[in-house]
C-alpha cells in the first residue's frame, strides 16, 4: 500500500511507496517546465506559468520531503507566514526598483 505510513520513535510518515510518488511527481512538473522552454508563442505568459510549476514543486518538498506535512500546525503557520512576508518584500523591492525613479 503506497499510502502506509511508517513509525520511527513514536512518529509517523509515508512509506517509500509515497516518496517515489511525489518524486515522480516533481519529475513531470521539471519535464512540463523543460517542454515550455521549447514552445513558442507563449508571451507574457511564460514567466508566470514557470512560476506557478516552480511553486508548485518547492511546496511539495517543504511538505513532504523537509517532513513539515507531518509535524504540527504551527510549524506550518509559521513556515506560512514566513514565506508571504518573505515573497512581499520581495516584491515590493522588485516595483520599487522599477517605478522607484517615477515617484515624486
Given at each position: 500500500?503506497i499510502?502506509?505510513?511508517?513509525?520511527?520513535?513514536g512518529?509517523?510518515?509515508?512509506?517509500?511507496?509515497?516518496?517515489?510518488?511525489v518524486?515522480?511527481?516533481?519529475?513531470?512538473?521539471?519535464?512540463?517546465?523543460?517542454?515550455?522552454?521549447?514552445?513558442?508563442?507563449?508571451g507574457?505568459?511564460?514567466?508566470?506559468?514557470?512560476?506557478?510549476?516552480?511553486?508548485?514543486?518547492?511546496?511539495?518538498?517543504?511538505?513532504?520531503?523537509?517532513?513539515?506535512?507531518?509535524?504540527?500546525?504551527?510549524?506550518t503557520?509559521?513556515?506560512?507566514?514566513?514565506?508571504?512576508?518573505?515573497?512581499?518584500?520581495?516584491?515590493?523591492?522588485?516595483?520599487?526598483?522599477?517605478?522607484?525613479?517615477?515617484?515624486?
Amino acid at each position: 500500500n503506497i499510502w502506509r505510513t511508517v513509525t520511527h520513535g513514536g512518529v509517523s510518515h509515508a512509506g517509500p511507496g509515497f516518496y517515489w510518488l511525489v518524486g515522480l511527481f516533481l519529475g513531470v512538473i521539471t519535464l512540463l517546465e523543460v517542454w515550455l522552454f521549447t514552445l513558442q508563442g507563449l508571451g507574457g505568459l511564460y514567466i508566470p506559468i514557470l512560476l506557478g510549476l516552480s511553486t508548485m514543486k518547492f511546496v511539495a518538498v517543504v511538505a513532504f520531503f523537509m517532513h513539515l506535512r507531518f509535524d504540527g500546525r504551527l510549524f506550518t503557520y509559521i513556515f506560512a507566514a514566513s514565506m508571504i512576508i518573505g515573497i512581499s518584500m520581495f516584491s515590493l523591492l522588485l516595483l520599487l526598483q522599477q517605478f522607484g525613479n517615477q515617484v515624486q
